[in-house]
């Protein structure tokens, strides 16, 4: 899956895949995993809906938004047509090496009904994840993406088994750092010059919090 975005109140950051560790799959644990992925979640004030193309016409007006882009290597979506194929792609659920679990689901308002974003998860063999979010800048400030990570953090431990989540993000991404600390995440290090794109070096910090095995 493309790197995703972890995108907060007025700024954007980026998350990095971790090096999966050799711990192995337990049996079946894909096939749970793709069954767990077809469920959606709900909070107060939304439903998380796994993604599907269809969902691009509805994303594509708030993911065109350059803000969103500010602190990552990635630009908006060319168009409508571009998205929907990424989409399909992701609708697999799977890596195309068939190793990793690839989790998207969509953010919809319960009370509006429109899509105002998405939470992005590739989940390993050894039970660690990483995750991402991109929410549409007229839904800053609410809480919201607080509440969608959340409750993805809680499935993830429910369902997926998951026991440790990193996140790396921009240095100069203050409301998504802040974001991270809301849900539990730990700051663990540093990485200087961990990439350049938009004129400028990115500075990389590395979250983590880790999740009771079993739920």
Not at 127 to 156: D, H, I, K, R, T
Not at 197 to 210: H, I, N, Q, T
Request: glycine fraction near 10%.
């Amino acid at each position: 899956m493309d790197e995703p975005r972890l995108c907060g109140a007025g700024d954007g950051g980026r998350l990095n895949a971790p090096a999966p560790e050799a711990d192995g799959a337990p049996p079946g644990w894909l096939e749970q995993g793709l069954a767990a992925a077809e469920r959606g979640i709900h909070t107060p004030r939304l439903r998380l809906e796994p993604l599907h193309a269809g969902h691009a016409a509805e994303l594509w007006p708030v993911l065109s938004d350059p803000r969103l882009y500010a602190h990552v290597p990635q630009d908006p979506p060319a168009s409508v047509e571009w998205l929907a194929r990424r989409y399909a792609l992701l609708e697999s659920r799977l890596s195309p090496e068939g190793d990793e679990l690839w989790l998207n689901w969509v953010l919809r308002q319960r009370e509006r009904g429109g899509c105002i974003g998405s939470v992005q998860v590739t989940v390993y063999a050894d039970a660690s994840a990483y995750f991402a979010y991109e929410l549409g800048s007229a839904f800053w400030g609410q809480g919201l993406a607080c509440e969608a990570c959340a409750a993805v953090l809680q499935v993830l431990q429910a369902d997926f088994d998951v026991r440790r989540v990193v996140a790396e993000v921009d240095t100069l991404n203050t409301p998504s750092i802040r974001l991270l600390e809301r849900l539990g995440f730990e700051c663990t290090a540093l990485r200087r010059d961990a990439d350049t794109f938009k004129g400028r070096s990115s500075d990389e910090y590395r979250y983590e919090r880790a999740l009771d095995a079993g739920g």
